[in-house]
């Protein structure tokens, strides 16, 4: 996944890879409660929640994109943003799907 940071013309200025991190469950916990995934019926409606966690929601894509700094994140196209925070998601839960079970279980 890539992040790409714009200047005010549109300009591509920087260009950021994630690193796919071993998230906490507290962390998908909180991506999942700031995007409410069960209850979000529109784009408009994932749109103003990711506004309301913003700060926090930010912490989180800082960890996946270590060379981006708060300020970037101003500068990063939502068309481009909202397919990484999902990808994120999927990714966590893709890597919990490889978990071995217990075939006594």
């Known amino acids: 996944m890539e992040i790409k940071v714009y200047d005010e013309s549109g300009k591509v200025v920087k260009t950021c890879s994630a690193e796919m991190i071993d998230l906490e469950f507290g962390t ?3 991506i999942m409660e700031i995007l409410n995934i069960e209850s979000v ?3 408009g409606e994932l749109l103003h929640t990711v506004y309301g966690a913003w700060d926090q929601l930010v912490k989180i894509l800082n960890r996946c994109f270590p060379d981006m700094v708060y300020e970037d994140w101003n500068h ?3 068309k481009e943003l909202m397919p990484v925070i999902v990808g994120i998601l999927k990714y966590s839960f ?4 490889t978990i071995p ?3 006594k279980n």
């Open 94 to 97: 893709s890597e919990i799907l």
């Open 76 to 78: 990063v196209k939502l």
């Open 101 to 103: 079970k217990d075939p």
């Open 41 to 43: 019926a529109d784009t």
């Open 28 to 30: 998908v916990r909180t």
